[in-house]
Every structure is written in C-alpha cells, then in structure tokens.
C-alpha cells in the first residue's frame, strides 16, 4: 500500500515508487516535476542508462526522437544506444542493431488482430493471403532493444540489461520465409532504431516484391516527424498498420508513468492520421492504453477517447489491462469494475470500434 505525498491519502492504487496519486498529480503536476524526474534517474540508473536525455553543447546530436539527445565526448544518449565518440556519433545505425526476432504464428495475440489482415483478413485480396484470420502464415515479431520512454510499469523492461550483439538489417531481413505475412516491430521501442528497421523493410520488401508482406509498428509514438512519415509510407504500400500506445491523457500523469511528455505522441498520432484517408480497410492507425491501477482511470481514457473521436470515431481503440510489473508491481491488476468504466467512457466519447485487448487480467 502507498501513501500520497501530496494528499496523504494511502491506497493500494498508489505506486510506493511514484508516491503519488492521479489526483495530486492532476491538480498540480509541476509541484511534483522535480520529484517524478528523480524517480526515472533513480530507476534508470541501475542499468547504466542517463537519468536524463543529454543536452550539451555540442555538435553531436541525434534526430531520431522527441529527446533530442546532443552528447558532449564520451556521453551516451537517453536510449542508450549512442554515444559521443571523438566528435562523431556512433551506434545505433542500419548494421547496428540490438534486437530480437522470432516467427509468430497468424493469428497472434498482437494488439491490431481484430482489426488487421492477420487476424481478419482485412483488405484480402490485395493485402491479406486468406479471407479471414491467415491460418497457417506467421509474423516476423521484431523486438528492439531500446526505448525513448521510461515506463516504470514496463512488461518488456528486461531489455535494459543489455542490448546484446548487433545485427545488420540484412540478417534480419533474411528471416523473413515464404510463410511470412508480416514484419512487426515492437520493443521496447522501434523509434530510436528506426535506421535499422527501415532498412529492414526496404530489403525485405525488395526481395518479396512479388507477394503480400505488411510493413507493421507497435509504439510509443516519440520519434521524429520526418521518420515517422517513412514508416507511414511503408506501411500504407504495403498493407501494414502503426499502432500507437497512447499510455496517459494528463501530461503530469502520462510523466509520473514513462518519463516523458505526451505531446509529441499525441502530434504524431495526428499525422499518421492524415495520412490514413487513402487507404481506409486494412485500417493504418490503431490505439491502444494501458489500464495502469489507479492512474489510467475512466478520466484519463475519455481524456484519450474525445482525443480520437475529434480525428475519427471510427479508428480502432483497444483498453489494455494492466499485470502488475517492474517498477510498479506493488499495484493491483486492473479490477474489472475500472475496465468497465474505462469502456463506458470511451464509447460516451463517442468511439464506435473499441474493445478490452486481454480480460483475462483484469481482477
């Protein structure tokens, strides 16, 4: 059970590692600025990543996200992944990446597989093998060892104890076989190796240029605009779908959970769906939130829904149910009674296309 340090109140919806609630955080997010900041150093530092995004004078900077990292000689960027190395910046680039991959069978319990071709056969015949669910063909699940958030409630935060060998786009783009429908990348995050997996797409995609091979992204939304619209463009040709995690509407919260702002998220958000108009079925853009106990409330998801509903009512909107994990597994499951209301405050917002991803969590 955590106590508030704003309100005093104690409640086992409160994070003992944030200390404090959605409400004090709501009502007065900068008094608490300085302490949030130092708990993301804190958990940041024990796997040897900065505690915030570098911003020396210098003539060494990334492009590649909302950070935009400038590191002095020897620093090492928010990600982790570059570094300052005699005034050049090295790591991080197309033969350079730290990830993981594997072939999932179709369909998988991806976020967009009740709505993409894999899991429905969206768009068949000219984007989905088969007229429903792809039985028999798989994913090429691509997972990047690196992320531009924070998230305390990370399900993936092993990642940070390591980032293993690097790989070339090409061996990756290899993986892909005469059964692979689709190429997603997931992480933590693909934005802070975009040079890679866009190489890999452009490889993969050159040498299957005769078949269906959907060009797919799970994401935190933070890279760069002039990136995002060379992922929009792969995956608008090729069949595949950006989904967004749009993890907190209040911007104090949305801080208190990963570390960052949300603006550059919910701009980014607003591009791809501009972009979206030429190709409405498979749909391109997906949203999905997590849940988190106590935080992510029915406030926050109708903050995130009216969000959406202003662009389209229609664009697929998945409530994730959140398993208690890293830094914030002294919060409860989601109780099924915040799902609900999560749901109803969705749909009052005037969202058509919404549904729980994984009851099975909820408590």
């Given at each position: 059970m955590g106590t508030c340090m704003g309100c005093g109140r104690s409640s086992r919806e409160i994070s003992k590692t944030i200390g404090v609630c959605a409400e004090c955080l709501r009502a007065d997010g900068e008094r608490w600025r300085e302490h949030i900041d130092a708990v993301h150093a804190r958990a940041r530092r024990r796997f040897g990543l900065p505690g915030s995004a570098p911003q020396s004078e210098s003539d060494v900077a990334c492009d590649l996200c909302l950070h935009g990292c400038r590191m002095a000689e020897g620093e090492v960027s928010f990600c982790g992944l570059r570094r300052n190395e005699v005034g050049t910046l090295v790591g991080g680039g197309a033969d350079d990446g730290r990830v993981d991959w594997y072939h999932d069978p179709l369909p998988t319990n991806c976020v967009a597989d009740w709505v993409c071709p894999g899991g429905t056969g969206a768009g068949y015949p000219d984007y989905a093998y088969l007229n429903g669910p792809e039985i028999g063909y798989a994913n090429l699940a691509v997972f990047y060892r690196a992320c531009s958030f924070d998230c305390l409630f990370c399900q993936n935060w092993h990642f940070r104890r390591g980032l293993g060998r690097a790989k070339p786009a090409a061996e990756l783009a290899n993986a892909v076989d005469d059964?692979?429908?689709?190429?997603?990348?997931?992480?933590?995050?693909?934005?802070?190796?975009?040079?890679?997996?866009?190489?890999?797409?452009?490889?993969?995609?050159?040498?299957?240029?005769?078949?269906?091979?959907?060009?797919?992204?799970?994401?935190?939304?933070?890279?760069?605009?002039?990136?995002?619209?060379?992922?929009?463009?792969?995956?608008?040709?090729?069949?595949?779908?950006?989904?967004?995690?749009?993890?907190?509407?209040?911007?104090?919260?949305?801080?208190?959970?990963?570390?960052?702002?949300?603006?550059?998220?919910?701009?980014?958000?607003?591009?791809?769906?501009?972009?979206?108009?030429?190709?409405?079925?498979?749909?391109?853009?997906?949203?999905?939130?997590?849940?988190?106990?106590?935080?992510?409330?029915?406030?926050e998801i109708a903050g995130i829904a009216r969000f959406i509903a202003q662009i389209d009512p229609g664009i697929p909107y998945a409530l994730l149910a959140f398993g208690p994990q890293f830094e914030m597994s002294d919060l409860p499951p989601t109780p099924r009674a915040q799902a609900e209301e999560c749901m109803a405050a969705a749909r009052e917002a005037g969202l058509t296309n919404v549904r729980i991803g994984n009851p099975w969590l909820l408590r």
């Open positions: 059964r692979t429908a689709c190429i997603c990348y997931f992480g933590g995050d693909p934005g802070p190796q975009l040079p890679h997996a866009i190489r890999t797409s452009e490889l993969a995609l050159e040498a299957n240029s005769d078949r269906i091979l959907r060009i797919c992204w799970e994401t935190n939304g933070g890279m760069s605009p002039s990136w995002l619209d060379r992922m929009i463009e792969l995956s608008l040709a090729s069949g595949g779908c950006i989904k967004f995690d749009l993890k907190a509407w209040d911007e104090a919260v949305h801080r208190a959970l990963c570390g960052v702002s949300n603006r550059r998220t919910l701009a980014n958000f607003q591009r791809v769906a501009e972009s979206r108009r030429g190709r409405p079925v498979p749909p391109l853009l997906i949203a999905s939130t997590p849940m988190v106990t106590g935080y992510v409330d029915a406030g």
